[in-house]
């Protein structure tokens, strides 16, 4: 997952207030890179304990199994999108990529 941390998100409700206690509004909030960084770990924290809860009680084989059925890796999934595109020049220049992709 790649965040571009030079843009501003507004994932969580601002908690900046004028000199007259005003609220700031989100997008119009100056939100530092380490504001932004921690609510990218909080997100990810948030994602890897779903993960651990849908593990459950499996074991680290069936868990493998299970998991296999879900995750693609890059890239199969930049193969199984190139295998949608339709001109027969866009074909001929994925598949000249996707050998190169395979051979990694």
């Known amino acids: 997952m790649v ?3 030079d843009i501003k998100h507004y994932i969580t409700h601002s908690k900046t207030f004028t000199h ?4 700031i509004q989100p997008e119009d909030a100056n939100i530092t890179r380490f504001g932004l960084s921690c609510q990218i770990a909080k997100s990810i924290v ?3 304990n779903q993960i651990t809860d849908m593990q459950g009680n499996r074991s680290d084989e069936e868990w493998e199994i299970y998991r296999e059925t879900l ?3 890059y890239a199969d999934e930049l193969i199984r999108k190139c295998d949608m595109i339709k001109s027969e020049k866009q ?3 994925m598949e000249a990529f996707k050998a190169k992709l395979k051979s990694l």
């Open 3 to 5: 965040w571009a941390s």
């Open 91 to 93: 074909k001929a220049e």
């Open 20 to 23: 007259d206690h005003q609220p």
């Open 46 to 48: 948030q994602r890897l």
């Open 71 to 73: 995750v693609e890796n």
